[in-house]
């Protein structure tokens, strides 16, 4: 990997230098170098920067990664303001300028607590983009605006909702979301992307189930990849447990970890490329742990070189053996985990920001680049 100039380590040179011979003789003969007499070549073009930022108008929180592969560098920005009105933007880097642009925005009742594009590599499904606040939206993107295409509500009984917390889109089967909430439920979404309407696609979701997955809030959920990558998830909780289900088999459910100190368990994230490993972190914890499915409740470690607490974990998309976690000391920080399970005493590379950082992003579709918010900011570093 190549690492930026930002991180704190030296960088491995990627390039080499041909140096011109003018003349090679072999013996009585003689050749001239065939490069020279080439016209000169335009010169080469500007080497790609390091890391690129993006300011936006109000106080950032949510943020993701566009995974289509016809949008190269386009991501998602939730705001947090402290009152109903607020906004989704959606911004594109222009690799000839390198400059962000917003590329439209949006209303949004309250701060999203959560930001996902489908996870759809191929670009096969419409253009879709879910956000979870009051409710679980559903979003169709276009080039200059997006447009609401269903929202999803389990509980038409009664004039309040319950807050959703955190919500995860399956990515074999794009048809499934999972939502987690402060009323000790998850939620698992059926999307149907119907029959065709003139030239657009109707999008509606319908409840597949439902069920009391923690005994108090729970705070985030995410589908594993083991047994096929459809079935099975993981929630966690202010009740300090990990919990993992089985949509074939809802009647249990096995508990992964419980905080020593029942301390609430606010994100899970798993390995994308070995399901055996995930990690999760608690409520002003300076340490992310990390869980081996195969051996519950011990974590096989503990990464604990912040030094405030943390705010976000991503797992490499492409590795098995690396993960970066993000805290409110600024810091953005890589690890390399493979020689677990002896302890993992220091990260590889240590990333610092202008402020606390309150997200992370590895992106999916570019494994060389990382996204972080702070304040009102957006960087995308390259790793």
Same mark, same amino acid.
């Given at each position: ?12 040179t ?29 010169p080469?073009?500007?080497k ?15 943020m993701?990664?566009?995974?289509r ?11 947090f303001?402290e009152?109903?009105?607020n ?5 594109s ?18 701060p999203?607590?959560?930001?996902m ?29 997006a ?15 319950? !807050? %959703?917390?955190?919500?995860? =889109? +399956?990515?074999?089967? &794009? #048809?499934? $979301?999972? *939502?987690?909430?402060? @009323? ?10 119907g ?13 597949k ?10 705070y985030?959920?995410?589908?594993s ?9 993981a ?6 447990s ?9 009647e ?6 419980e905080?020593?100190?029942h301390? !609430? %368990?606010?994100?899970l994230? =798993? +390995?994308?490329?070995d &399901? #055996?490993? $995930?990690? *999760?972190?608690?409520? @002003? ?23 405030a ?19 409110d000391d ?11 399970p002896?302890?993992?005493?220091d990260?590889?590379l240590?990333?610092t ?16 680049w ?10 995308i570093?390259?790793?």
């Open positions: 990997m190549r690492f930026p100039i930002q991180f704190q380590k030296k960088r491995r990627d390039c080499f230098t041909v140096h011109c011979v003018k003349t090679i003789r072999f013996g009585s003969y003689t050749l001239n170098c065939a490069m020279c007499a080439l016209p000169t070549a335009a080469p073009p500007a790609r920067k390091e890391i690129y930022k993006y300011e936006a108008p109000w106080t950032l929180y949510s993701n990664w566009s995974i592969p016809d949008k190269r560098f386009r991501l998602a920005l939730g705001s303001v009152e109903y009105n906004k989704v933007q959606i911004v880097l222009d690799e000839e300028t390198s400059e962000f642009t917003a590329k439209s925005t949006f209303d949004h009742p309250y999203t607590t959560k930001i594009w489908i996870p759809d590599s191929k670009g096969v499904f419409p253009d879709l983009l879910a956000t979870s606040g009051d409710y679980l939206r559903v979003w169709r993107v276009s080039d200059t605006e447009r609401l295409e269903c929202l999803l509500n389990n509980n038409k009984n009664s004039d309040f909702c319950a !807050p %959703l917390t955190s919500f995860d =889109w +399956n990515e074999v089967d &794009p #048809n499934l $979301l999972g *939502t987690s909430s402060i @009323d000790t439920t998850c939620t698992i979404w059926g999307l149907e992307t029959q065709m309407m003139g030239r657009v696609n109707l999008v509606s979701g319908h409840v189930t439902q069920l009391i997955a923690h005994d108090k809030e729970v985030d959920i995410a589908f990849r083991a047994g096929g990558g459809r079935d099975m998830f929630s966690v909780g202010a009740d300090g990990v919990r993992m289900f089985d949509l074939r088999h809802l249990h459910s096995t508990i992964i970890y905080d020593p100190q301390q !609430p %368990l606010l994100r994230s =798993w +390995n994308k490329q &399901p #055996n490993y $995930l990690s *999760t972190m608690a409520m @002003d914890a300076m340490e992310v742990i990390i869980l081996d499915v195969r051996v519950p409740c011990t974590p096989v470690a503990r990464l604990n070189n912040h030094r607490c943390v705010n976000g974990i991503a797992w490499a998309p492409h590795s098995s053996c690396h993960i970066c976690t993000a805290a600024h810091q953005a920080l890589i690890w390399d985990i493979q020689q677990m002896r302890a993992i005493e990260p590889i240590a990333y920001a202008a402020g606390e950082i309150n997200q992370i992003q590895w992106s999916a579709t570019h494994p060389d990382i996204a972080i918010c702070y304040n009102n900011c957006l960087e570093l390259r790793v």
